[in-house]
C-alpha cells in the first residue's frame, strides 16, 4: 500500500513534466504541432502537421463529449496525429456496433451497456471508462424551493406529486435515442418496482408500474434526441427543469450565472440514479498502427492531468479522487455533494433492456402529435421523391418501424401533409393501428410531384389545425422535408407564428433538408422556434430518424 501512494504522489509530480505544462483548461500550452479544426455536422475533424489526415482515427462519440475536444486537439498536437469524431445518440452507435463498427475505429458511447448491447461480435477491446457522470434531475431553484426539494433526500414519489399537481414540468432527451433519457426511465422504472436487485422483463408487465411511469412522463414539455443539444434548448428557453448528466447541469448553469438567470438545483432520487460511465473501446479490424495510437490516446485521457482537466468540466473520474482545486467545480449550494454516497442503479440485461425501450416507445412516453409537412413541388420528382417515400414507410410500416424504435404509440396523432406552391393535401392517422398506418401510406405513395415551392403555407395550416387541441397532453411538433427554397417571405411567417399564439404553445419547426435546400430559410424556422436542422442530403432516413427522436 504504501508502494501505491508513493507512486502516485510521484505520478501527481511528474505527469505534468511528461504530459508539457498545462493551462486552466488542463491542455498543454504549446503542443509539439500545430493542429488544423474542422467541423461540419455532428462531425470534427484533427489533424495535426505531419499526420495522415485521410486516415484518421475515427471514433463515433455520444454528444455529451463534445465539449472534450479541446484534450483530444491537445493529443494530436502531442502526437502528430489526427482524429475525426463523430456525434450520435446511443441507439445509433448500438446499431453501428451490430453492423460490426461500420468505418470507425473506436467507440465513445456514454454507458457501457450500448457496447454490450451492441457488441454482437464481440469486436471491441481495450475498453475503459473515462469519466462518471450521473443523470439526475436540475430544477429551478426557486421552484425546488418551493417543492421542499432542497436540503433532504428526494423520491420519484415526490416528484410524480409535483408533476400531478401541475407544480414541475421538465424537458428529457428521448429514451429510444438518447443515453441520457433511457438511463433516467429505467431508473423511474426501478423506483416505482420497489428497487429490486434486478429487472426482468416479466416484471414491465405490472399495470401500476406503466400508470406510475407514464404519468410521471407526462411532465415533459420538450423531447431531445441528443443530451447536448437538450442543455442548448434549455438554455435558449424558460422551462421549470430538465433531466440531464451533471456535468451539463453544472455547464448550463455557469452560462445561466453568466446571463443573470437563475440556477439549476441538482436533486438525486433516493432510489438511486443511473450513472453514465463513458466507456472508450477500440473496435478491433486487425490494424496494428490505429490499435497503437488507441491506446496512446486511452492512455492519455486516463493520465492525472487530464484527469484533473476532465474534472474542470463538472465530470466525476474514478482514477484520481476530486483535486482540491477543481472541488469549487461541484457546488454544494447548487445540490450537488460529491461526498454522498450516490445509489447506483443497475443496468437490467439486454433483454429486459430492449423489452422497456419497446414499452415507452408504444405505450408509456407521453403521446406524440406530430404534423409531416411533405414537400411534393416538381422538383421533388426522381430521387427526391422516392427517399421522401422511403422516409414514410420506414415511419409507417409498423414492422420496419419498431426495427428502428420509432412505432407509433397507442395515444399519438400524426398529420400528414402534402404541398407544393398551389395547394395543400392532408391525411391523419390516429394510434398505432398497423392497417391504418398503411393506408396513410399508400397514399402519400401515390402522390405526384407537381409546382413550385412554399414552405411557410403547409406549416401556417398546422398552425390552424392545432388550435383548438389541449397540446398540454402531448409533445407536438411539426417537421418539414423538403428539398426547395420558398418563394415566400419569413418575416411575414414569423408574425403568424407570434400572433397564432404557436410561440407561447412552444411548437418546434424541425427541419430536414435535401437537394439544394435553402439552410438559411431553415435555420431561421430553427432559431424562431427552438427546433434545429437536419441534413438528409445524404442520408434523408437517418436523418427523418433522428428528426422523429426530437418528439
Not at 7 to 27: I, Q, S, V, W
Not at 220 to 241: E, H, M, P, T, V
Not at 438 to 448: G, P
Request: proline letters at 3%; glycine letters at 8%.
Amino acid at each position: 500500500m504504501k508502494f501505491f501512494k508513493l507512486f502516485f504522489l510521484y505520478a501527481a509530480l511528474f505527469f505534468p513534466l511528461l504530459c508539457g505544462c498545462t493551462n486552466d483548461e488542463g491542455t498543454a500550452e504549446k503542443p509539439a504541432f500545430d493542429v488544423t479544426v474542422s467541423r461540419e455536422g455532428n462531425s470534427t475533424a484533427l489533424s495535426a502537421k505531419g499526420s495522415d489526415a485521410k486516415n484518421p482515427l475515427r471514433i463515433v462519440s455520444g454528444s455529451e463529449n463534445r465539449d472534450l475536444e479541446f484534450l483530444l486537439e491537445d493529443f494530436c498536437g502531442k502526437n502528430a496525429a489526427a482524429i475525426s469524431i463523430s456525434y450520435m445518440g446511443s441507439l445509433d452507435i448500438m446499431q453501428i456496433l451490430r453492423q460490426g463498427g461500420g468505418e470507425y475505429d473506436a467507440v465513445w458511447p456514454a454507458n457501457s451497456m450500448w457496447i454490450s448491447l451492441g457488441d454482437t461480435s464481440f469486436r471491441v477491446k481495450h475498453t475503459a471508462s473515462v469519466y462518471q457522470t450521473p443523470v439526475v434531475f436540475g430544477i429551478k431553484k426557486s421552484i425546488a424551493d418551493a417543492l421542499g426539494f432542497t436540503g433532504r433526500d428526494v423520491s420519484v414519489t415526490d416528484i410524480l406529486a409535483a408533476i400531478q399537481a401541475k407544480r414541475l414540468s421538465f424537458c428529457m432527451s428521448s429514451a429510444t435515442q438518447s443515453n441520457s433519457g433511457a438511463c433516467a426511465y429505467i431508473s423511474f422504472l426501478y423506483a416505482f418496482l420497489g428497487n429490486p436487485d434486478m429487472i426482468n422483463p416479466g416484471d414491465l408487465d405490472d399495470p401500476a408500474l406503466q400508470r406510475s411511469v407514464s404519468e410521471l412522463l407526462m411532465g415533459i414539455n420538450r423531447s431531445s434526441g441528443s443530451s447536448d443539444w437538450l442543455k442548448d434548448l434549455f438554455l435558449s428557453s424558460d422551462y421549470d427543469a430538465m433531466v440531464n448528466y451533471e456535468t451539463l447541469i453544472i455547464s448550463a448553469n455557469r452560462q445561466l450565472k453568466e446571463d443573470g438567470r437563475e440556477s439549476l438545483y441538482a436533486v438525486y432520487p433516493k432510489e438511486g440514479v443511473a450513472m453514465a460511465d463513458s466507456p472508450l473501446g477500440y473496435i478491433d479490424k486487425g490494424d496494428s498502427e490505429k490499435e497503437g495510437l488507441f491506446r496512446k490516446l486511452q492512455d492519455y485521457l486516463l493520465s492525472a492531468p487530464v484527469q484533473t482537466a476532465i474534472q474542470k468540466t463538472g465530470r466525476r473520474t474514478g482514477f484520481i479522487p476530486i483535486s482540491e482545486e477543481n472541488k469549487n467545480v461541484f457546488k454544494a449550494d447548487e445540490g450537488i455533494n460529491i461526498n454522498k454516497t450516490l445509489s447506483i442503479v443497475k443496468m437490467p440485461g439486454a433483454e429486459t433492456i430492449e423489452r422497456a425501450l419497446e414499452l415507452y416507445q408504444e405505450k408509456l412516453k407521453k403521446p406524440s402529435l406530430t404534423f409531416y409537412c411533405l414537400d411534393f413541388s416538381g422538383s421533388m420528382a426522381g430521387a427526391g421523391e422516392a427517399q421522401l417515400k422511403e422516409a414514410m414507410w420506414n415511419l409507417l410500416d409498423q414492422e420496419t418501424a419498431k426495427r428502428n424504435l420509432l412505432a407509433a404509440g397507442e395515444k399519438d396523432e400524426s398529420v400528414f401533409v402534402l404541398f407544393n406552391k398551389i395547394r395543400t393535401l392532408t391525411f391523419f392517422a390516429s394510434g398505432n393501428d398497423p392497417e391504418g398506418l398503411l393506408n396513410v401510406y399508400h397514399k402519400i405513395n401515390s402522390a405526384v410531384p407537381e409546382g413550385g415551392t412554399n414552405i411557410y403555407a403547409p406549416i401556417i395550416s398546422c398552425f390552424r389545425m392545432i388550435q383548438d387541441i389541449n397540446t398540454g397532453n402531448y409533445t407536438s411538433a411539426v417537421i418539414v422535408m423538403t428539398d426547395g427554397r420558398s418563394d415566400d417571405h419569413f418575416e411575414e411567417f414569423s408574425r403568424v407564428y407570434k400572433t397564432s399564439g404557436m410561440e407561447d404553445r412552444d411548437l418546434p419547426v424541425f427541419s430536414i433538408m435535401f437537394g439544394d435546400a435553402d439552410r438559411t430559410q431553415l435555420d431561421g424556422l430553427a432559431k424562431l422556434t427552438h427546433a434545429r436542422v437536419f441534413d438528409g442530403k445524404t442520408d434523408l432516413i437517418g436523418a427523418f430518424k433522428n428528426a422523429r427522436g426530437y418528439n
